[in-house]
């Protein structure tokens, strides 16, 4: 007799996607025939496979919140779907066991189920982007491409939202301008995606990383509990966002991956490189974006989940929060490098699984969310795209 | 139809289904086992042909015509799982627009 149960983060999905006709197939013709399936989506694996009517009979009848014991039948196909990470096994095993483990660890991780199966579902693990593993096409003409994207996607929505109510009462309001410091950082804030290759000081990077990450107080508001307070906002002043350096070409620095470590401002070296390991790191990482080689300083941003959970426990908003607190990073390290002259950018289009690999994560703890970089920018031929034209309402 | 009728027995992720398209297409070596042997070579894919349907000698649709049946697949009608690699939502557009191409068919030089 085996003991199972199922796993309080599995999901399922009736899927409609049309295949080919089979029969038809094998008589030389391409027909495209409805099947229905029901899916059933593993947050423990991170996949979606499909499952018959019997199987899911057997699922339902099976409790999350105890052990069940099984044999026969049911107990062979509940041990093909444990292999899945759809029901949980009592097992002996590596793999049975840290299906446990995730599970254990999700569970007092108090992950809200729509977050958990958002978060892991999403992730990406050895995407490559570029299309047949070639560069993505950057010399491409833009005019033409969009014309063409325009026409098959049809136009986007109206660049100004207007609020369709004649009736409206409507102030004109006061044009106020203002110049230096922050205003004017504000608005020469953009993203760079070419860089020449000097490199950064190590002072520029002490900068963006006190400015961006640092802690600039504390205060130990009960026995076990102190808030930090840094220059971005963070729900419940939990600061659950962590930044890690991959240093290519910074002044002093090994080439290497390191960790930010707020309470000291140090840089603890986690993984020494060589340059070719930077290279084919950075494109790992970024699923294959190759302008990131050429920045000198690449930041792999990552969570701590329950940081932010332990205080909103199972939240239905704590997962978008934790998203927050990083586009808050965001904008505090564009205008940090903004102000230091540097070309930043901020790509959300990366391997997070890759990278949780490359920093010895357990990603039921802690997990990738973006990846950024700074660097000297290159002078080159304005786009399109950078042809604007100043306006004033 | 009726309950006796044989029927091909399916189960297969979209993740699988488009990787099944895609050899059909491309993989010179998986249309040959195809021909050779249906069963054999589907089976991976989670799909049981019963021996009332399998012809005499199988013949396979053209590349460019399953290639055609894809495009009435990988449309945007049907919700995207997980594993496509589609980023033009996180990019600059022109990159977008570079992997947009697929759907957009922009003759290339």
Same mark, same amino acid.
């Given at each position: 007799?085996?003991?199972?149960?199922?796993?309080?983060? @599995?999901?399922?999905?009736?899927?409609? %996607?049309?295949?080919?006709?089979?029969?038809?197939?094998?008589?030389?013709?391409?027909?495209?025939?409805?099947?229905?399936?029901?899916?059933?989506?593993?947050?423990?694996?991170?996949?979606?496979?499909?499952?018959?009517?019997?199987?899911?009979?057997?699922?339902?009848?099976?409790?999350?919140?105890?052990?069940?014991?099984?044999?026969?039948?049911?107990?062979?196909?509940?041990?093909?779907?444990?292999?899945?990470?759809?029901?949980?096994?009592?097992?002996?095993?590596?793999?049975?066991?840290?299906?446990? %483990?995730?599970?254990?660890?999700?569970?007092?991780?108090?992950?809200?189920?729509?977050?958990?199966?958002?978060?892991?579902?999403?992730?990406?693990?050895?995407?490559?982007?570029?299309?047949?593993?070639?560069?993505?096409?950057?010399?491409?003409?833009?005019?033409?491409?969009?014309e063409a994207f325009i026409r098959a996607a049809g136009?986007?929505?109206?660049?100004?939202?207007?609020?369709?109510?004649?009736?409206?009462?409507?102030?004109? @309001?006061?044009?106020?301008?203002?110049?230096?410091?922050?205003?004017?950082?504000?608005?020469?804030?953009?993203?760079?995606?070419?860089?020449?290759?000097? +490199?950064?000081?190590?002072?520029?990077?002490?900068? /963006?990383?006190?400015?961006?990450?640092?802690?600039?107080? +504390? +205060?130990?508001?009960?026995?076990?509990?102190?808030?930090?307070?840094?220059? +971005?906002?963070?729900?419940?002043?939990?600061?659950?966002?962590?930044?890690?350096?991959?240093?290519?070409?910074?002044?002093?620095?090994?080439?290497?991956?390191?960790?930010?470590?707020?309470?000291?401002?140090?840089?603890?070296?986690?993984?020494?490189?060589?340059?070719?390991?930077?290279?084919? /790191?950075?494109?790992?990482?970024?699923?294959?974006?190759?302008?990131?080689?050429?920045?000198?300083?690449?930041?792999? /941003?990552?969570?701590?989940?329950?940081?932010?959970?332990?205080?909103? $426990?199972?939240?239905?908003?704590?997962?978008?929060?934790?998203?927050?607190?990083?586009?808050?990073?965001?904008?505090?390290?564009?205008?940090?490098?903004?102000?230091?002259?540097?070309?930043?950018?901020?790509?959300?289009?990366?391997?997070?699984?890759?990278?949780?690999?490359?920093?010895?994560?357990?990603?039921?703890?802690?997990?990738?969310?973006?990846?950024?970089?700074?660097?000297?920018?290159?002078?080159?031929?304005?786009?399109?795209?950078?042809?604007?034209?100043? $306006?004033?309402? | 139809?009726?309950?006796?009728?044989?029927?091909?027995?399916?189960?297969?992720?979209?993740?699988?289904?488009?990787?099944?398209?895609?050899?059909?297409?491309?993989?010179?070596?998986?249309?040959?086992?195809?021909?050779?042997?249906?069963?054999?070579?589907?089976?991976?894919?989670?799909? #049981?042909?019963?021996?009332?349907?399998?012809?005499?000698? #199988?013949?396979?649709?053209?590349?460019?015509?399953?290639?055609?049946?894809?495009?009435? #697949?990988?449309?945007?009608?049907?919700?995207?799982?997980?594993?496509?690699?589609?980023?033009?939502?996180?990019?600059?557009?022109?990159?977008?627009?570079?992997?947009f191409?697929?759907f957009i068919r922009l003759?290339?030089?």
């Amino acid at each position: 007799m085996r003991r199972y149960r199922r796993s309080r983060y @599995l999901f399922f999905y009736c899927d409609d %996607r049309p295949l080919l006709d089979i029969p038809a197939l094998l008589h030389g013709r391409a027909v495209l025939a409805p099947i229905r399936q029901i899916l059933a989506i593993s947050t423990l694996t991170a996949t979606e496979f499909p499952i018959s009517r019997a199987e899911f009979d057997v699922l339902l009848a099976l409790p999350a919140d105890e052990w069940a014991d099984r044999d026969g039948a049911d107990s062979d196909l509940l041990g093909e779907l444990a292999r899945r990470g759809v029901v949980l096994s009592e097992e002996d095993g590596d793999q049975f066991r840290e299906l446990r %483990r995730r599970e254990q660890a999700l569970c007092a991780g108090q992950w809200n189920i729509y977050a958990a199966v958002y978060h892991y579902l999403t992730k990406w693990c050895d995407v490559d982007v570029p299309p047949a593993g070639g560069e993505l096409e950057y010399d491409t003409p833009t005019a033409e491409l969009t014309e063409a994207f325009i026409r098959a996607a049809g136009p986007p929505p109206p660049h100004f939202a207007d609020v369709a109510d004649a009736t409206l009462t409507v102030i004109d @309001l006061p044009l106020v301008e203002r110049r230096g410091g922050l205003w004017e950082t504000l608005t020469r804030r953009r993203t760079t995606r070419d860089f020449t290759p000097e +490199s950064l000081t190590l002072t520029e990077l002490s900068l /963006i990383l006190r400015y961006t990450f640092g802690c600039h107080g +504390s +205060s130990e508001v009960a026995s076990e509990l102190t808030v930090l307070r840094k220059t +971005s906002p963070s729900g419940g002043a939990m600061h659950p966002t962590e930044a890690y350096v991959l240093a290519r070409n910074v002044d002093d620095l090994e080439l290497g991956i390191y960790h930010y470590g707020v309470e000291r401002h140090q840089l603890e070296l986690l993984r020494r490189l060589t340059p070719d390991e930077c290279d084919t /790191i950075a494109l790992e990482l970024s699923a294959g974006q190759t302008f990131v080689r050429d920045a000198a300083a690449l930041f792999l /941003i990552t969570t701590r989940f329950y940081r932010n959970y332990w205080k909103y $426990r199972q939240h239905q908003r704590a997962y978008a929060v934790l998203l927050m607190d990083a586009a808050h990073l965001a904008q505090t390290f564009y205008l940090v490098c903004t102000e230091l002259e540097m070309g930043v950018f901020v790509t959300a289009a990366v391997n997070g699984a890759n990278i949780e690999k490359a920093l010895g994560l357990d990603p039921f703890v802690e997990g990738a969310l973006a990846l950024w970089g700074c660097g000297r920018p290159a002078a080159t031929a304005p786009t399109d795209f950078d042809r604007y034209v100043p $306006r004033v309402p | 139809m009726n309950g006796d009728d044989p029927v091909v027995e399916i189960r297969i992720s979209p993740r699988r289904a488009d990787e099944l398209m895609n050899r059909l297409i491309d993989d010179d070596e998986f249309r040959a086992q195809l021909t050779r042997s249906p069963n054999d070579a589907l089976s991976e894919y989670g799909i #049981v042909i019963p021996s009332e349907l399998l012809p005499d000698e #199988v013949e396979l649709p053209t590349s460019d015509e399953l290639r055609q049946a894809r495009d009435r #697949v990988d449309t945007e009608d049907y919700p995207r799982f997980g594993g496509d690699a589609y980023m033009g939502k996180f990019s600059p557009i022109w990159i977008c627009m570079a992997w947009f191409r697929k759907f957009i068919r922009l003759p290339r030089n």
